[in-house]
């Protein structure tokens, strides 16, 4: 049997697999491993991995900066940022940052064995610590990685244009061919 005869007698079989497929995932990911999976997912995919890790660190610099500008104490800080992350990998490195801390540790050590922070932003936590002005380097971070997302973003939007203008016209290319080869082939026939 040919694709197309497995397509036309079988379709609500394979509508009804694909239904449960998309159903079932969607479950899993509100699931905590399921964030968890497509987070890790997002934040190691090739092109726009990267552009998510440096929102994320952005968004990190940012909150923690005003956390410690409004003198909240290192442990309750790293619980609010662990809350308001927005992204379950990020969430459980925090988690294990924070229980390393509470062993002792500096911030910036822990933070060594999370792949996602950078030697930049580790660096600056441990310059931060030093001299006691974490908020001003964690605002220096922010302002860093927000021109970084800002610039990356904008070099994803101008690779993205033109793979979208060939992919439009490949589609209106295949929708001419579906509506002129059966003409075509009417001309033929007509001519023979």
Known sequence: MSIYGVLANYWYLIFGIVLALIVGLHFYFKTGNGRFVRD???LDMPIVGPVFTKAALSRFASIFAILQTSGVPIMQSLTILSATMGNEALTRAFDNVR?????????????????????????MLAIGEESGKIDEMMRAVASHYDAEVEYAVKGLSDA????????LAAVVGFFALAIFMPMWDLTKMIKT
């Open 40 to 42: 890790s997912f997002l």
């Open 99 to 123: 229980e390393k801390i509470k062993e002792g540790a500096g911030i910036a050590t822990p933070l060594k064995s999370v792949k996602y922070f950078t030697p930049m932003v580790i660096d």
């Open 160 to 167: 993205i244009t033109p793979i979208l203008i060939v992919g």
